[in-house]
């Protein structure tokens, strides 16, 4: 399937300021990936182009989580090419990965609940060194709760402090290209918007982001493309704005309609 070119500025109205036609930083071609002998991806292309909130969709089982712990190195190719600023990645250890400038904020969070904050944003920073001031201050400026809990332990943090922990301690590595699975997985309504516009502030300041969410409709509208998955397919891509409007996408992701 083609990628589109990302979007020019008619194509949004609650997404992010629109990205003109800029480097491919990120790019998946025909890739499948195994469980054993169960194929949970079967020939996946997309591209991320620099600048771009780029979001997966689709139910449960789709493949999108698999998809970015496959970007990440976590999970091993079977076969197909990955691309990162025009060269292979494939293969190439997962730690070396993020010092290369790809960093994920996994489902579930996975902070080390006996660290405090700070231990926690240290982790983040390990590949490349002690963190330095404006690494803590980029991160306690998006998220100043964690600024109020320093010294507190991760594991005593509420699930949206958790959250915003772990998307701080992945920002420490300082990303090209940040992976986010599930943001707004168990949080309240409130701290779901709360997560989406840190989310857009965050690609504003310069940095591209790959989006997994089940809440769909949030993702499309901070998005500028998107991807639908089902059963480690893509079978629609298009930029974001189209997506809300279209009528299959909606019954099937977004309870029918969604407000702009």
């Known amino acids: 399937m083609p990628d589109p070119q990302p979007p020019t500025p008619s194509n949004f109205s609650t997404a992010p300021a629109a990205v003109e036609k800029r480097e491919r930083l990120l790019e ?46 976590v999970r091993p190719v079977s076969s197909g090419r990955i691309r990162f600023r025009g060269e292979s990645i494939v293969g190439v250890p997962a730690h070396r990965l993020v010092e290369m400038g790809i960093c994920q904020a996994p489902e579930g969070r996975g902070i080390f609940p006996g660290m405090t904050v700070v231990e926690n944003l240290e982790m983040g920073a390990f590949a490349r060194g002690r963190p330095s001031t404006e690494d803590y201050d980029r991160v306690y400026d ?42 707004s997985m168990g949080l309240a309504p409130m701290l779901v ?13 310069g940095t591209t982001i ?7 409709a949030q993702a499309l509208q901070r998005a500028h493309r998107a991807y639908v998955l089902e059963t480690g397919r893509v079978v629609k891509s298009a930029p974001a704005k189209d997506l809300l409007d279209d009528d299959a996408v909606k019954a099937a992701y977004l309870g029918g309609n969604v407000a702009h």
């Open 142 to 183: 998006l998220f100043p709760r964690l600024a109020e809990r320093k010294s507190q332990p991760g594991g005593t943090l509420s699930g949206g402090e958790q959250q915003m922990l772990a998307i701080g301690r992945a920002l420490m590595a300082r990303p090209t290209v940040l992976l986010l699975d599930e943001p």
């Open 210 to 216: 790959l989006l997994v969410e089940q809440n769909a």
């Open 193 to 205: 918007a709360q997560i989406f516009k840190i989310i857009t502030e965050i690609n504003q300041q």
């Open 28 to 73: 998946l071609e025909d890739v499948h990936v195994h469980y054993g002998k169960v194929e949970a991806l079967k020939g996946i292309s997309c591209t991320v182009a620099e600048g771009e909130i780029v979001t997966l969709i689709g139910a449960n089982g789709a493949g999108k989580t698999t998809t970015l712990k496959t970007i990440s190195g």
